[in-house]
């Protein structure tokens, strides 16, 4: 793992709303967000489409500003985009003139990291990622669930506490989501990084969460918690398990009544 300069990542929102303002419409889209995160927890927010959800992570990513409340990564107000915060999105979002080597080495080139030190970021995260084969590559000569992977590993390579994923697999077909899926929480287990993941998949939740967070529209608020009760390893079996098929069943039941 490559230490970052805090190990930590708790995650605090309160009382967190947002309003659009448009000439004389008015849009509330977030209403009352109180949540915690734990440092090392990996964290799903589900939800379905317009309830908000992205636009709490992008308020946390401080590429948006709340319109009220407070929100802080280890007690540090969040008041615009920072180091301690890494954001992966559903586009893949890398510099096609660039190789896979130089996409991870990006952020710490701009840091000022020497070179030697850069390489041994990248060596590192290209082995996670299981990518050294490609370091080579540009972005074109890759499947998208590699492109997905560099934009992991080139979030991670700036070292932060935490770190946002905005359904970051949602473009993928079904079978390369599922590895995704897998490979993702192979580099948190290692990595020890706080997640805070966005998905309107229940299946998808309930496989990579210790805890999920669901929120409903009209304006976009916390419905329910849940704690993942499931094994710590989660293997392609542990979809089979009753736990996995008793919350899937409870979720499901719980969106579609917010839906009708």
Known sequence: MIESAAKAGEIEIKGVGKTYRTGKSVFRALDEIDLTIGANEFVTILGPSGCGKSTLL??????EEASEGELSVDAESIVGPGADRGMVFQGYTLFPWLT???NIEYGPKLRGV?????RKISNHYLRITRLESFANHFPKQLSGGMKQRVAIARA??????VLLMDEPFGALDAQTKLEMQEALLEVWDKEKTTVLFITHDIDEAI?????IVVMAAGPGRVLR???VELPAERTPEVREHPDFMKLKRELASLLKHREE
Request: proline share 7%; no cysteine; hydrophobic share 40%.
């Open 225 to 227: 918690e849940y704690r």
């Open 114 to 118: 020497p070179i030697l030190d850069r």
């Open 58 to 63: 992008r308020i946390v990513a401080g590429l």
């Open 156 to 161: 991670l390579a700036n070292g932060p506490k």
């Open 100 to 102: 896979v080597r130089q």
């Open 207 to 211: 496989f990579l969460s210790q805890r």
